[in-house]
């Protein structure tokens, strides 16, 4: 069975570091891109990016390139998502989940998501 | 990036068909797939590749895409339904794009 399993509930105040994990199970991590996806408070899906854990091949949204960072450590089959210095802004549920293709592979979409990792920032 | 346009809601009663629809430039030109996300919950997919659907979808879930609108449609609308629904698109240059969402209302 195919799961992501990410870590757990932060509580940050501005300025503060975080990074956030998504670990893969019942299939090839490596052979499957992960994306992670904002969700702000009442608000819509976001694309933030994608990688690659075969070779971290790392393709960011324009809208957050710069300001995260996605990172994946294929001996332990996770991914992670990265801020140096979080904002109130950044307050949002993330959630990973895998990308995959059809037969030509002309689209990719997410099959598989995680629980989510809700992320408050807050002084 | 690629634009898609959803009505912010659709209200259906029980029983009858719900139809959402997901606008973009061509978007026939491309694959659409859709996803149900229902409160406090991750989201699901339920059609990939504009009329696919994942195992465990029910068959009353159908999708279709010509021109410059997407639609899902979902048939027999039930209770548990309800839900926001997303509609998504890959750009090949390695660019992903969601709707806005459309919160589908069970009368």
């Known amino acids: 069975e195919v799961q992501l399993v990410q870590s757990g509930a932060e509580v940050k105040k501005p300025g503060e570091s975080l990074k956030i994990s998504c670990k893969g199970s019942?299939?090839?991590?490596?052979?499957?891109?992960i994306g992670w996806v904002r969700q702000m408070p009442g608000k819509g899906l976001e694309w933030m990016g994608i990688i690659y854990p075969g070779d971290s091949d790392t393709r960011y949204s324009p809208s957050f390139q710069g300001q995260v960072t996605i990172s994946a450590d294929k001996s332990i089959s996770t991914a992670y998502l990265q801020w140096s210095s979080l904002k109130a802004s950044d307050t949002a549920m993330y959630y990973c989940?895998?990308?995959?293709?059809?037969?030509?592979?002309?689209?990719?979409?997410?099959?598989?998501w995680g629980q989510g990792t809700l992320v408050t920032v807050s002084s | 990036s690629y634009v898609l346009t959803q009505p912010p809601s659709v209200s259906v009663a029980p029983g009858k068909t719900a139809r959402i629809t997901c606008g973009g430039n061509n978007i026939g030109s491309k694959s659409v797939h859709w996803y149900q996300q229902k409160p406090g919950q991750a989201p699901v997919l339920v059609i990939y590749y504009d009329s696919d659907r994942p195992s465990g979808i029910p068959e009353r879930f159908s999708g279709s895409n010509s021109g410059n609108t997407a639609t899902l449609t979902i048939s027999r609308v039930e209770a548990g339904d309800e839900a926001d629904y997303y509609c998504q698109v890959w750009d090949s240059s390695s660019d992903l794009s969601f709707g806005g969402g459309t919160k589908l209302t069970v009368l």
């Open positions: 989940a895998r990308l995959r293709c059809g037969g030509d592979c002309s689209s990719y979409y997410f099959d598989y």
């Open positions: 019942g299939y090839s991590f490596t052979s499957y891109w």
